[in-house]
T-cell receptor, first 114, second 114 residues
């Protein structure tokens, strides 16, 4: 299994540009989520999904959109990038039921908005 | 919502010493408390977790303790080694949800000096 994969690894955007961060997992996990990591603030939940067609907002959803058309993929869209969105973005996935709670994280995407 | 506070923000120890990182949480419904280790340039990786129905869990040199009454939990690393140097995050599942909607602490940078 490849686990959780993210592309691109690095990205530089100008203010106002849009882009999509890709996330895919091959573990058949129902739950997928996006976090952003900023110095001294830990990881903050942006959006999450408990299955295909179902998404919900996390702690910091403004400026981001998500969709979940398949179990495997959970892209994160920045509609109009702002310097405040400069961060490292992590995608994670896990099972939703039973006793398996572990979230598996991808390697991250480092985004800089100038 | 859930609020997780983590201390200290940095911790420096000599090889062979013990390290303790502490977290407090606010949501009494939380029932899952994982600890993640993040190495430079990588995504977080689960190292140990504890459910609310136990007070302590050990895995070799790592242990986690939970005090639900006081709403705090701690990570204990014994016989530290240089490869333990990393950023450590605690987390709690917001609202006690089973699918791992996690709120993270701010992180602790652990440095183990040879």
């Amino acid at each position: 299994n490849a686990g959780v994969t993210q592309t691109p690894k690095f990205q530089v955007l100008k203010t106002g540009q849009s882009m999509t961060l890709q996330c895919a997992q091959d573990m058949n996990h129902e739950y997928m989520s996006w976090y952003r990591q900023d110095p001294g603030m830990g990881l903050r939940l942006i959006h999450y999904s408990v299955g295909a067609g179902i998404t919900d907002q996390g702690e910091v959803p403004n400026g981001y959109n998500v969709s979940r058309s398949t179990t495997e993929d959970f892209p994160l869209r920045l509609l109009s990038a702002a310097p405040s969105q400069t961060s490292v973005y992590f995608c994670a996935s896990s099972y939703t039921g039973g006793s398996e709670y572990e979230q598996y994280f991808g390697p991250g995407t480092r985004l800089t908005v100038t | 919502g859930e609020n997780v506070e983590q201390h200290p923000s940095t911790l420096s120890v000599q090889e062979g010493d013990s390290a303790v990182i502490k977290c407090t949480y606010s949501d009494s419904a939380s029932n899952y408390f994982p600890w993640y280790k993040q190495e430079l340039g990588k995504g977080p990786q689960l190292i140990i977790d504890i459910r609310s129905n136990v007070g302590e869990k050990k895995d070799q040199r790592i242990a986690v303790t939970l005090n639900k009454t006081a709403k705090h939990f701690s990570l204990h690393i014994t016989e530290t080694q240089p490869e333990d140097s990393a950023v450590y995050f605690c987390a709690a599942n917001a609202g006690g949800t089973s699918y791992g909607k996690l709120t993270f602490g701010q992180g602790t940078i652990l440095t183990v000096h040879p």
